[in-house]
């Protein structure tokens, strides 16, 4: 099977900004591979003048929201550490069924790497005088340098979007035949493990197996 994947343009972020980061990309490639009847739902970001669309599905959103506070949690124990998620789509297979197990195989067929850069900005510093005592909050940066990264982010955050629907509507070849009844593609959000390096050994593997990617679980 032909496994389609797309690197997203890498996006430099602040921690407080990654939770609405990876809701906006997460759920807009959901909501271009869904299948059948949704419910879609316009979502206004807070920290940016974007809207993006979810299915309007509970279930989606838990998931999805779930994976991001486990990164959150990651990046947490790995500060100022760029990073890779990984949302890949598969159709499930029933491997031959052996005395002792009964083996599901997922075939890959489109994966989407998000690449964030968490960084955090130089703090200002308190100033103080023989007169006169000023305490700049420690938790804020300059607002001019601030504003000028916020408004960066925002045009690398709308062409990330556009990349998406790019790709979406230029690769259609690989994608499986849809069975009567289902809403979504199955798919998995992989995040980075403890180990730096066990995460891209983990997608080499699943390459090797077969030669296409494909895992069993």
Known sequence: MNCEVCHLKE??????????????ILHTIVFHRA???????????????ITYVQCGDVEVEKKIDEKIEQFISWVEKHPNKKSQICL????????????????IER???????VNLNVIQLPKAHSSK?????VVVDPGESTSEERSIRRAALEASLRDVLFQIIKF????????????EGVVYFPYEITLPSSSDSAFGMDMIKRMLQTGHPTMLS
């Open 11 to 24: 996006l430099e972020v602040e921690h407080f900004e990654i939770r609405e980061v990876l809701r906006c």
């Open 35 to 49: 299948l059948g009847l949704v419910r879609p739902k316009d979502i206004d970001l807070e920290l940016f003048e």
């Open 88 to 103: 890949s789509f598969y159709e499930v297979k029933n491997k031959q069924q052996s005395w002792f197990t009964n083996k």
């Open 107 to 113: 075939l890959y067929w489109e994966q989407w790497y």
């Open 129 to 133: 005088s023989h007169h006169s005592k």
């Open 168 to 179: 979406v509507n230029e690769k259609k070849d690989h994608v499986p035949p849809i069975s």
